[in-house]
């Protein structure tokens, strides 16, 4: 008797303490904000909920739709703007001295929900993690936000995605679903690799042969370019057919703009002097060796074909090559308005200007020692064009070789040798290691996954722990480090399930680790969030995903 007594006491102060004292809910965010703290309660989104800003201002007018749009797609509530009722989610633009420029302070309350930030970024950034507090797919339930106090900001500026459209091509709204998905992890930067050897995907009015010859390869059985992720695509009955596409002018600034809406930049890549086979395909005189040759495709690589005969680089000693790409860019340029022009400069094979009598006659003529020198007055000349524009010069970490170009901003992609390098010397760099952030790597045992790249396993957690800043700097050398991106080669990648299955859940990964402060970082903590927030949220939307950390192995059947 006295021991079911005991019982009943120790439930009732059980129950007491329920309901005096309410657990606090969790929330999932990703990244993991800076300063988080939760509360008791939460805020009911419903029809008597109304957002509030500064009527005139038409850029928070958009991000209030944006919100409302959201909200709209997953309940009945169509959110009404500026009007008194109690219950309010209020954007404040004013000076908020705790973060920085992308920063924000959201507070949720049971009665209101306030998101302050000095810019609109910070506003917009502050809703990405309101939203990810809200369920994935339209539903009858309220939507209930926990009441939270966040204070937070990202650690790096420079947090980004590249994705190579020239290998395979994504249409305009694949891009746009790529996009959503950088601004729902607080991404800020979208690098487009629009030009290769195997393929030119953007219009340039002045050199219409661009798309009209360099768009377009044929592929044949056997090409690791034909359709390798034959899992998510239907089979080719072993026939040669015709592969390519292109993005309009009109398409490409679409683009731009919806990236800009979700302040994503978008910093377009024209590769130079190499990689250039199938501009060089449409327009063979501004190579070394002008001849008429197919668009390069896989087969091209199989050794079956003597790469040296092809036309890949520029001829540095040729004036008219440097007029064409001047004419290049200046449509670029008037489609992106990024500070940025990405000019690539990696892997230049300098055969080809070794033979050439024009090439050699530049470095004669120049006073430069080799061919890495003529490399570097090619970039040279290309970046006093662009700062002529307003532009400034981003390449890979090649563009080191035979001396850096002045104002250069470096990506590393050879590990961090070239970054450091660049560092010490006083040149910004955005880290961009092949190992661990090329997510066209596999993510575990080969044997088991959909055909990706070999050169390092790329796995979850090596993402989870990049750090850009190197124990090889000086703190006074990290602050030219603007931060980290992953990229995603699409040699073998001819689908969106198989981009999706190789970006996810690595992109959150990296995006938590350039937003969130070291100390506040935990993996445990991160595949945690994933499990409860984000592995259900896409499978619920139909999005594949890698499934080695997700808990429920339904997905497991759709990893090949």
Not at 311 to 336: H, P, W
Not at 386 to 414: F, Q, Y
Not at 472 to 494: D, M, P, V
Not at 515 to 525: A, I, L, Q, R
């Amino acid at each position: 008797m006295i021991h079911n007594q005991n019982s009943i006491t120790c439930f009732l102060l059980f129950f007491l303490f329920g309901f005096l004292f309410p657990a606090r809910a969790q929330v999932n965010i990703i990244p993991q904000p800076a300063n988080l703290k939760m509360n008791s309660d939460h805020f009911v989104i419903d029809k008597y909920t109304v957002i509030q800003y500064k009527r005139t201002d038409k850029e928070l007018a958009a991000l209030a739709t944006y919100f409302a749009n959201q909200v709209k797609n997953i309940s009945d509530y169509a959110l009404p703007v500026n009007k008194k009722e109690k219950k309010n989610i209020a954007f404040v633009l004013e000076k908020v001295a705790e973060v920085g420029p992308e920063g924000y302070k959201m507070a949720v309350t049971p009665t209101a929900i306030q998101i302050k930030a000095n810019t609109k970024a910070g506003i917009f950034y502050g809703l990405q993690s309101l939203l990810q507090t809200l369920p994935a797919l339209r539903t009858n339930e309220p939507l209930q936000v926990p009441c939270m106090e966040v204070t937070d900001e990202p650690r790096f500026g420079w947090r980004g995605m590249m994705l190579d459209v020239s290998r395979h091509f994504y249409s305009v709204a694949a891009i746009k679903e790529y996009i959503d998905l950088l601004a729902r992890y607080k991404m800020n930067v979208f690098h487009w690799h629009l030009t290769d050897n195997e393929g030119w995907r953007l219009e340039i009015k002045k050199y219409p042969k661009l798309t009209a010859v360099g768009a377009w390869r044929k592929e044949i059985p056997g090409s690791i370019y034909y359709k390798p992720d034959s899992a998510y695509t239907q089979p080719l009955n072993n026939t040669p057919y015709t592969y390519g596409g292109y993005y309009t002018q009109q398409e490409a600034k679409e683009i731009v703009a919806y990236a800009q809406a979700r302040h994503i930049t978008v910093i377009p890549e024209i590769e130079m002097p190499g990689h250039s086979g199938a501009a060089l395909t449409a327009y063979p005189q501004f190579a070394c060796a002008p001849h008429a040759q197919e668009v390069p495709n896989a087969y091209t690589w199989s050794g079956a074909v003597d790469v040296k005969k092809l036309n890949l680089n520029y001829c540095a000693g040729n004036d008219s090559s440097f007029l064409f790409l001047q004419g290049v860019l200046q449509e670029v340029m008037a489609i992106f308005p990024s500070e940025y022009i990405h000019i690539g400069g990696d892997e230049v094979d300098k055969y080809y200007w070794k033979q050439c009598p024009r090439c050699q006659k530049r470095i004669q003529a120049e006073g430069l020692k080799n061919e890495e020198e003529l490399q570097s007055y090619f970039i040279r000349r290309m970046e006093k064009y662009l700062l002529a524009h307003n532009k400034k010069l981003l390449g890979w970490d090649e563009i080191l070789e035979g001396g850096l170009a002045p104002s250069a901003t470096v990506m590393s992609w050879r590990g961090e040798k070239g970054g450091i390098a660049a560092a010490k010397m006083g040149h910004h760099v955005v880290m961009s290691p092949s190992n661990p952030l090329y997510f066209n790597r596999y993510q575990a045992d080969p044997a088991d996954e959909p055909l990706g790249a070999k050169f390092s396993l790329n796995t979850l957690d090596k993402v989870y722990q990049y750090n850009p800043h190197s124990a090889a700097l000086s703190e006074t050398e990290k602050k030219l480090i603007l931060g980290g991106q992953f990229a995603i080669w699409t040699e073998f990648i001819s689908s969106v399930a198989h981009l999706d299955y190789m970006l996810l859940p690595r992109m959150p990964a990296i995006a938590e680790a350039l937003w969130t402060p070291v100390e506040k970082k935990d993996f445990n903590s991160f595949v945690n969030r994933l499990n409860q927030g984000h592995f259900p949220n896409w499978e619920q939307q139909g999005i594949r995903f890698h499934p080695l950390f997700y808990k429920s192995r339904s997905h497991e059947a759709n990893r090949k």
